[in-house]
């Protein structure tokens, strides 16, 4: 790939990958907390696709939806997600991307450094999207403990998500010789 241009294929899979990010969105697992497979397609697009052309699909998926285009979860789109309460969550995939890329060389061949690159972004995406709900949650209906947002935001989500990041990693690592 060219590092200053894309190809007509690089572009097509970047395509490719905001689309798996928004059609995995629509899908929910109900349940007290529902979940999507939001993440999932993160994860894969990132592991199919490489740091840089994940990362700008992740950047467009986010773009779409702040335009008013439904990709997010439960259809949702425009600003206003974005600057509600979970939107500091879509916002940190962009941080698992870039951390995606900042360590893709040093991934090569190595498994569970990928996995570990993929957790450390995973746990800026919650950090950063936790702090970001406070912010919301207080100015809307009073302070909130740090406690309780991660009770409510991320505790009930980390085993679906790592079970979610094995899938996406056992799927892309199958996938991408095919994709190369």
Known sequence: MNTNKFSAKDLAYIAIGAALIAICSWITIPGPVPFTLQTFAVFCVLGLLGGKRGTIAVIIYILLGAIGIPVFSGFGAGLGVLLGSTGGYIIGFIFIGLLYWMFEKQMKGKLWLRILVLVLGLIVCYAFGTAWFM????????????????????????????????????????????IQ
Do not use: H, N
Not at 141 to 151: D, F, K, P
Not at 163 to 178: C, D, G, P, T, Y
């Open 135 to 178: 912010v919301v949650y207080t100015r809307k209906s009073g302070a909130i403990g740090l406690s309780t947002a991660l009770g409510w935001c991320v505790f009930p989500f980390i085993l679906p998500d790592l079970i979610k990041m094995a899938l996406a990693v056992l799927i892309s690592e199958r996938l991408r010789r095919q």
